[in-house]
């Protein structure tokens, strides 16, 4: 049994690379992921877990497209949203925002995304957060 808490800011000073999250934690097969974005995500679904963006800091926007139309969530500090299972979506920041994670365990970041992965992101299913 593990009796030592993580620290989000202790977290976040071992690495500074955007959309390769850290993965904090797994509760009840969730996995808990600390992220720094900062750009443009990848249009993607996650066909068998909702997602949800928890904001620690910055500005994020959410894309979401639904029965052939792009919605916008605009989501602050502090502020919550979750995409859910089967919604394409594709998360942007104008400026380096961090969030927390949580989704089904073993969920690749990239989700269904079928095309070449741009040099900016990290498709990966949690970063081991190595403390």
Request: glycine content about 10%; proline content about 4%; hydrophobic content about 40%.
């Amino acid at each position: 049994m593990n009796t030592s808490a993580t620290n989000i800011d202790e977290v976040l000073a071992t690495f500074d690379e955007s959309w390769a999250p850290r993965l904090l934690a797994t509760v009840e097969g969730r996995s808990v992921k600390l992220a720094r974005l900062d750009g443009t995500f990848v249009w993607h679904t996650h066909e068998d877990t909702d997602e949800l963006f928890l904001v620690l800091s910055g500005t994020i926007e959410i894309g979401i497209r639904d029965d052939g139309n792009t919605h916008f969530v605009r989501l602050g500090p502090k502020d919550v949203y979750v995409v859910p299972r089967g919604v394409e979506h594709r998360p942007s920041a104008d400026a380096e925002a961090v969030v927390l994670l949580i989704e089904r365990a073993g969920t690749l970041s990239t989700g269904d995304f079928a095309g070449e992965t741009p040099d900016h992101i990290t498709s990966t299913r949690g970063i081991s957060a190595g403390l």
